[in-house]
């Protein structure tokens, strides 16, 4: 069974094509709109939208290929609603016209569920550490589709505080990558910034950090490497503490790391250290299916339409909690 998987829930069209007897990937691409919003600090929605009706066609030619597919599953939120209506309407459309079911995905499964595309995959249950630019959330995975909501951000997400502090310093966006590469030449222990909520529970915060940059920066000699060292260390002791207390909590001790974050280097030796201490693996996707994809899509939607789901009617849900 030959699964297109397509994803467009912000700045990233994603295609994908899973074969799940054979549980892999036959093919997938991405393009990336980060360069087109650089220059506006963010991303645009309705240039994000325009951009993925422009990519999609050809996108999906080219992973399709001559292959005959089964079915067809995208993201059907949470995300930006013009970008997911794009992907939502090619997919309806092109299923109709094949004659396969589609099937909606929550985006947010897509990740949790990535790193079971790789050779190493966790057995269930596990935990799941979710770090995107809109969410921060600690999961506990028991199978597919049962998920339990262990924590989450109680205002900015991981990846944000990335982007906004980057933004601060000058580096463009997304900026999670920029940063972390300023930080490995920055001396550390420089600047004393807070460690929001580390000390209780599996709930993170992260806006007050931004604000605490904001008042270093105003004092001219500040070391932008020193200080991006330091908000770096911050970010990935507060996420590890919180995996350790979540581990020690429910005696799970297999930890999957998902989303755009997970990417981050000083992130995964820090995990892997950590883990080593405490007795848990830790599991992450393969690099290029850490930040938004379209296999991870289809994997997801796979499940969905083998156990014959699927969404006859067309909706998108910007909002959307993955655990109800
Ligand atoms: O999962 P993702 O691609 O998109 C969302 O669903 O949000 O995550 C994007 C986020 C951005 O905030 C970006 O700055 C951050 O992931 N990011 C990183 C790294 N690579 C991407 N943050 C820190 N270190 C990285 N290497
Ligand atoms: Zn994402």
Redesign the pocket.
């Known amino acids: 069974m030959l699964i297109l998987g397509i994803e467009t829930?912000?700045d990233?069209t994603g295609i994908a094509l899973y074969d799940r007897a054979a549980g892999k990937l036959v093919a997938h691409a991405v393009h990336t709109q980060a360069a087109m919003h650089e220059a506006y600090g963010g991303v645009v929605p309705e240039l994000a939208s325009r951009d993925h009706v422009r990519r999609l066609v050809p996108l999906a030619r080219r992973v399709i290929g001559d292959h005959r597919i089964d079915g067809i599953g995208y993201t059907e939120g949470p995300g930006l609603a013009g970008a997911l209506l794009v992907g939502a309407s090619f997919a309806h459309a092109l299923a109709f016209s094949l004659g396969v079911p589609a099937v909606g995905v929550h985006?947010l499964e897509g990740?949790l569920l990535s790193p079971l595309l790789s050779a190493r995959r966790p057995d269930f249950p596990f935990l799941a550490l979710l770090v995107?630019?809109?969410h921060t959330q600690l999961m506990r995975v028991d199978a597919v589709g049962r998920y339990e909501l262990l924590g989450d951000t109680q205002d900015d997400a991981a990846?944000?505080a990335?982007?906004k502090t980057a933004q601060l310093l000058g580096l463009g966006y997304?900026?999670?990558?920029a940063?972390?590469e300023l930080a490995v030449r920055g001396a550390p222990g420089k600047y004393r910034l807070p460690r929001p909520m580390i000390a209780t529970g599996l709930d993170f915060s992260f806006s007050g950090l931004k604000t605490a940059v904001l008042s270093v920066l105003k004092n001219e000699k500040t070391n932008p490497a020193d200080l991006a060292r330091a908000f770096l260390d911050v970010i990935v002791e507060v996420l590890v503490a919180k995996c350790a207390r979540a581990v020690e909590m429910t005696g799970i001790t297999r930890l999957v790391v998902a989303?755009?974050?997970g990417?981050?280097?000083q992130l995964r030796a820090a995990l892997d250290a950590e883990g080593a201490r405490r007795g848990f693996d830790v599991y992450y996707p393969e690099p290029e299916l850490c930040?938004?994809n379209g296999a991870m899509i289809a994997f997801a939607a796979a499940f969905r339409i083998e156990s014959g789901v699927r969404s006859h009617a067309f909706s998108v849900k910007p909002r959307w909690d993955l655990q109800h």
């Not at 997304?174 to 990558?177: A, N, Y």
């Open positions: 829930s912000c990233d985006h990740h995107s630019g809109g990846g944000e990335f982007d997304p900026g999670g990558p940063l972390s989303g755009g974050v990417a981050n280097r930040t938004d």
